[in-house]
């Protein structure tokens, strides 16, 4: 079946450093590709998407590649704030899929100033 | 546009209870979609609702049922709670022909099952 891994958390960062959070999917077919984030206390935002392979999803500083010959989806920021720190999920949906996501199971990130 | 509303926000039932969420999707979106989310956990898709009829479902007991309405708001029910049952549901909402490439979700319903 498919599944997401997502690297485990907590990852610590001060301002302004280089965030990475790596990502790699098992899939029966040809997925689409999302990071979602969730804040404190609150439901899941969709922050970027890819829906074929070499697609770069982008927004708010982040961007992510889809990489089929890797089977992964890292999601990176150049220059991180404390309005980052939340949750972060990794997820896929398959065409046949009817509309299933598949969540890893979260990176919390924590910034500091 | 008020996006995907849930309701209500926090509940705490006694196990064996029965419990009824609820979920209005997002203006222009046709299907909804239920998840659990366990503390610390990713979502796990329970499951999902098109034309008034579940379309698909994931591991879950018979337990998590479901309804939609013609408006396309949805229920979901859980019968005879159990404590592993205490999670935060999230509701997302979609078109039926992006179902699979755009998903927008609700803020949730946290349940405690004492």
């Known amino acids: 079946g498919n599944s997401v891994t997502q690297m485990e958390g907590p990852v610590t960062l001060s301002e302004e450093a280089f965030l990475t959070i790596n990502c790699t999917y098992t899939a029966t077919g040809y997925p689409s590709l999302f990071w979602y984030v969730q804040y404190p206390g609150e439901g899941l935002q969709l922050l970027l998407k890819a829906t074929k392979a070499d697609d770069k999803g982008s927004n708010k500083g982040f961007e992510a590649t889809y990489r089929k010959e890797t089977t992964s989806f890292h999601l990176e920021k150049g220059s991180v704030q404390v309005s980052d720190s939340a949750v972060y999920f990794c997820?896929?949906?398959?065409?046949?899929?009817?509309?299933?996501?598949?969540f890893g199971a979260g990176t919390q990130v924590v910034v500091t100033p | 546009d008020a996006g995907v509303t849930q309701s209500p926000t926090h509940l705490i039932k006694t196990r064996g209870q029965q419990v009824t969420l609820r979920c209005s999707p997002k203006s222009g979106h046709d299907t909804v979609s239920w998840y659990q989310q366990a503390l610390g956990q990713g979502p796990q898709f329970i499951f999902q609702y098109y034309e008034e009829e579940e379309r698909q479902r994931g591991n879950f007991p018979d337990r998590f049922s479901g309804h939609q309405f013609p408006n396309y708001s949805s229920e979901l029910n859980v019968n005879a709670l159990l404590l592993g049952d205490s999670a935060l549901y999230l509701c997302?909402?979609?078109?039926?022909?992006?179902?699979?490439?755009?998903?927008?979700f609700g803020q949730g319903t946290r349940l405690t099952v004492v």
């Open positions: 997302a909402s979609s078109t039926f022909d992006r179902r699979n490439t755009e998903a927008f």
């Open positions: 997820a896929l949906s398959e065409a046949d899929s009817w509309g299933k996501f598949q």
